[in-house]
């Protein structure tokens, strides 16, 4: 026979089972190890099944949130280890970044057209361009693998810090937007920080090889106006600008017709020269705004002496004011004018391009 003591005690038990169901340790084995997924749809799945648990399961869910933050930061170490493609790319791209600066004051440097000099910064393009292409090769390699492991490590490392400020809502990291979480936990963690800085110097080798594309394909989209030779003349002188780190130029057709308007007057009147005898075209700014060009005109070249575009380009980087010209940091377009064996070449900025 059950004394009172001894079934109040029996009535107490019994309420607080109701009240504190009890911890399903198997629940929280399983759930435990996919917080450590690199795929989102485990670690959601997991974060569901301990947000059903009952309060007394939390310790468990906090442990297993810092094992699990652990685990992606050993996660980000293996990647920065094994990472061999994505260090080849940015060793060759900061050569490369180097390599521009000490190259570009050369390019800009006047050596009164000595033929030496001229073969001599010749060779300086040429060794740049085989560092950008090697750059550009490797940039190309099978590096995504590595690229979206970085990046599926530091969002895990992102969504467990919310799951602890939950927990803990005094952590430091609870007032930080989601951009700002992201760089605070690449900042906390020197390899996530380093493999960043490769992986968006694989991003910028990338997006300037985009651009290129891109302004080759509109150049090449520009109807009849546009002849081949004028389509030829720029995609030499863009690469080579984007070699040495500026932007590749789009063939515009208004300041294209006031160079070939130029072109057909020194053909056709005789004459080779910047300034016009042509009533209203004396000055290429003269030109541009009866040409309607809706920029800034900023420069212009003229070569006699062949039809081709290499040769004109040749002609241009060997004379240091016109190089000067082709590679200036301001325009984002130019105009190009070939008739027979004359050429004029202008540069110029537009709103929008």
Excluded at 96 to 122: F, G, N
Excluded at 201 to 230: D, F, I, T
Excluded at 272 to 288: G, M
């Amino acid at each position: 026979m059950k004394t009172p003591l001894i079934a109040a005690m029996l009535c107490v038990s019994s309420l607080i089972a109701q009240e504190a169901p009890a911890v399903n340790m198997q629940h929280v084995r399983t759930a435990a190890p996919w917080l450590s997924s690199a795929e989102p749809k485990k670690r959601k799945a997991a974060i569901s099944t301990f947000r059903t648990m009952p309060a007394e399961a939390m310790p468990h869910y906090k442990t297993a949130l810092e094992a699990a933050r652990k685990a992606n930061a050993e996660r980000l170490k293996t990647l920065q280890k094994n990472a061999i493609s994505l260090t080849a790319h940015d060793d060759v791209a900061r050569q490369l970044a180097d390599e521009r600066k000490r190259v570009i004051e050369l390019i800009r440097t006047d050596y009164k057209k000595e033929s030496a000099k001229i073969r001599m910064l010749r060779e300086e393009m040429q060794g740049l361009i085989d560092l950008y292409n090697k750059r550009q090769k490797l940039a190309k390699g099978d590096l995504q693998p590595t690229v979206d492991g970085v990046n599926q490590a530091i969002d895990a490392l992102c969504e467990l810090t919310r799951e602890l400020e939950k927990l803990d809502p005094q952590q430091d990291t609870s007032e930080l937007d989601a951009e700002e979480l992201r760089e605070r936990v690449v900042k906390d963690s020197l390899e996530a920080e380093h493999l960043m800085q490769m992986v968006g110097s694989v991003e910028k080798s990338n997006k300037e090889a985009a651009q290129l594309a891109e302004v080759e394909k509109l150049n090449a989209e520009n109807g009849r106006w546009c002849l081949p030779s004028m389509k030829s003349f720029a995609t030499i002188l863009n690469f080579e600008r984007v070699v040495i780190g500026l932007r590749p130029l789009r063939i515009e057709e208004k300041l294209s017709d006031a160079a070939s308007g130029h072109s057909g007057d020194m053909a056709s009147r005789g004459f080779f020269a910047h300034e016009s005898p042509v009533p209203d075209k004396k000055t290429p700014w003269d030109r541009a705004r009866l040409a309607k060009f809706d920029g800034n005109a900023s420069g212009e070249n003229i070569f006699m002496g062949s039809p081709d575009a290499q040769s004109a380009y040749n002609g241009w980087f060997g004379s240091d004011g016109h190089r000067f010209i082709m590679f200036a940091d301001g325009p984002n377009c130019c105009g190009i004018g070939v008739v027979g064996i004359h050429w004029t070449y202008m540069t110029g900025s537009k709103n929008g391009w």
